[in-house]
């Protein structure tokens, strides 16, 4: 019985179908062919796509420096303000056109820059000794006025030498009050009728005149020709220079009797009783 067991399973095996047989050889190979690993080959890296452009974002801002106020300088001192038109003696008129601050060996000053047009020449004045220098604002119509109303006066001409005089005449001038060099054109001037004029005498004469037209032009917002032909026409009024009286022809023979200066630079002209 056994026997027959082994063989009839001998024969079982034995008798197994081709295509079974074939199954299994062609699993045996695929397990095969899965079994040895796939070797790794190094592949180099793919480069990284570039990146689009990006706009370059704007610098960032310098750590900002600590803000320093500007100091508002002022536009007025000692009752002046920029832009007004002021006399300022040695000069005559002249306009503020700032007032600053400098240093000056080692201390600070504040200064008021005046510009003289006609002169071409720009000055500095410190605002704490405008008093000292005799700087003024300008005078005002009535004053004006009174000027123009001296010069219809008597010349009066001092009987001394002309050096002397003429000293006089230059601080009047520079003395910076309207009616003083009103002053100096009445007693320089001359008509067309009497003796023509020294060179010194018309040098201060213009000089007095031109001080006196500008500061008149400004104040009447007129220009100097219109200033100076007023001027003129106010002189012309004058005692001696316009029609003349009997009694004012009398004491102009008088005067003229009396001689020449002593230097001889002028026709003499009496003095009037003050």
Do not use: C
Request: hydrophobic share 40%; no cysteine; glycine share 4%.
């Amino acid at each position: 019985m056994p026997e027959k067991t082994a063989k009839t399973a001998a024969k079982a095996s034995a008798a197994k179908t081709p295509l079974e047989k074939d199954s299994v050889a062609k699993a045996a190979p695929a397990k095969a062919a899965a079994a040895p690993k796939a070797t790794k080959t190094a592949v180099p890296a793919a480069a990284p796509a570039a990146k689009a452009p990006v706009a370059a974002k704007p610098a960032a801002p310098a750590a900002a420096a600590p803000r320093v106020e500007e100091k508002k300088l002022p536009t007025q001192r000692q009752g002046f303000k920029t832009n007004e038109f002021v006399v300022y003696p040695a000069h005559g008129v002249g306009q503020i056109l700032a007032i600053e601050e400098q240093e000056i060996a080692g201390a600070k000053l504040e200064l008021f820059v005046i510009n003289f047009i006609k002169d071409k020449m720009t000055l500095r004045v410190p605002t704490a000794k405008v008093a000292n220098v005799g700087m003024r604002k300008l005078s005002d119509p009535a004053l004006v006025k009174k000027a123009l109303e001296t010069l219809k006066g008597r010349a009066r001409v001092k009987r001394t030498m002309w050096s002397r005089r003429a000293q006089e005449y230059e601080a009047k001038i520079n003395s910076g009050d309207i009616v003083a060099i009103a002053e100096v054109v009445r007693d320089l001037y001359r008509s067309e009728s009497q003796p023509e004029q020294s060179y010194s005498e018309r040098q201060l004469y213009e000089a007095a005149l031109d001080r006196l037209s500008r500061e008149i032009a400004v104040v009447q917002h007129s220009t100097e020709t219109e200033a100076v032909k007023e001027i003129e026409t106010q002189l012309a009024k004058s005692p001696r220079r316009g029609a003349k009286t009997e009694a004012d022809a009398v004491a102009e023979g008088d005067a003229d009797a009396e001689g020449d200066d002593i230097d001889g630079d002028d026709t003499a002209v009496a003095d009037e009783a003050a």
